[in-house]
C-alpha cells in the first residue's frame, strides 16, 4: 500500500498529511482543533471515528494518529508517539538522520536529539504553555498583530519578564498603556521565546539544527536563534506538517514489521 494518511491532533490546530502514491505529500489544514471534533469526527465508545469524506479523503486505506489528542480517534486508526513522529517526519523531509530538533508546538517546547534517524533523548519545557505556540498567538492578540508582523520584530527589544500565555498577556497591556511602542513590545517577545527555548539547546549540542511546528514561521525568532547559536536553524516545509508526515512514515513500519520503537 503506498497510500496513506497522518493526522495530528495537536492542542491548537489539526494537521493531516496525506502521502501520495508515488511520492510526495498533500497537505489538510491547519485545522481548529475543536471545529476539527465537531465537523470532522463522529463521536464513540474508545474514541471518534474520522469522517473521510468531509475532508476529501479516501476511506479505507492506512491512517496514524499523533499529538494530545491521539487517543481520541479510533476507527481503526494506529496511534503513535508524538516525538518518534516528530522526529520520523524530519528525517523524511530532510533527508537528516543526526541532528537537534526544537519542536515549539501550541501548548509546549522539546528538544529531541535525533540519532541515527530516530529518537534518542529529548527535553520538554518545565512550564505550561511557557514560550509555546499560545502564548505566541496571545501576544498576538494583545498586539494586534498578525504572527508575521511578530516576526519582523528583533531589534531594540522592551525586557519582558514572564513568558506565562496568562501573565505574559497582562504585563504587555500594561506597557502599551505606558506608551511603549508595539514594535519594541514584539522584539521582547521574541527575545523572551528566546530565552526559553535556549536551556533546552543546552542540553544537546549539534552541528544540525531544525525548527519545526507552527512556531518556525516566526522570522525573527529563527533569526534570533542563529545569532545566539551561530547556525541557522534548518526548516522543513511545512514546519507545522511535520509530525503528521511522521505518522505517515511510522504508520508505513508498522506495515513492514518495524514496530519496536511505536
Sequence with gaps: MDVRY????????????????????????????????????????GGGTL????????????LAVTGYGRARLGGGALAVPELEAVVA?????????????????????KALLMKD???????ANDRCAASSGRFMENMCAALGMSLEELGGHWEDPVELSSTCAIFGESELVGLL??????????AGVNHAILRRLLPLLARFPAASLV??????????????????????????????????????????RVEEGDDGRI
Design 117 to 123: 534517524g530516530r529518537l534518542a533523548d529529548f527535553a
Design 51 to 62: 469522517l473521510y469524506g468531509g475532508l476529501g479523503m479516501e476511506e479505507g486505506l492506512p
Design 177 to 186: 498603556g505606558e506608551g511603549v511602542p508595539r514594535e519594541r513590545l514584539a
Design 89 to 109: 517526519g524530519v528525517r523524511e523531509l530532510t533527508g537528516l538522520r543526526d541532528a537537534v530538533i526544537l519542536d515549539v508546538g501550541g501548548q509546549d517546547s
Design 6 to 45: 497522518g493526522v495530528d491532533l495537536g492542542s491548537r490546530r489539526v494537521k493531516v498529511a496525506a502521502e501520495q502514491d508515488g511520492g510526495g505529500y498533500r497537505y489538510l489544514g491547519p485545522f481548529d482543533t475543536a471545529a476539527f471534533y465537531r465537523d470532522h469526527v463522529e463521536p464513540g465508545g
Design 211 to 252: 525548527l519545526t511546528g507552527g512556531v518556525a514561521y516566526n522570522n525573527a525568532l529563527r533569526r534570533l536563534i542563529g545569532e545566539r547559536l551561530g547556525t541557522e536553524p534548518l526548516v522543513p516545509h511545512p514546519p507545522d506538517f511535520v509530525a503528521a508526515v511522521g505518522c505517515c512514515r511510522l504508520g508505513a
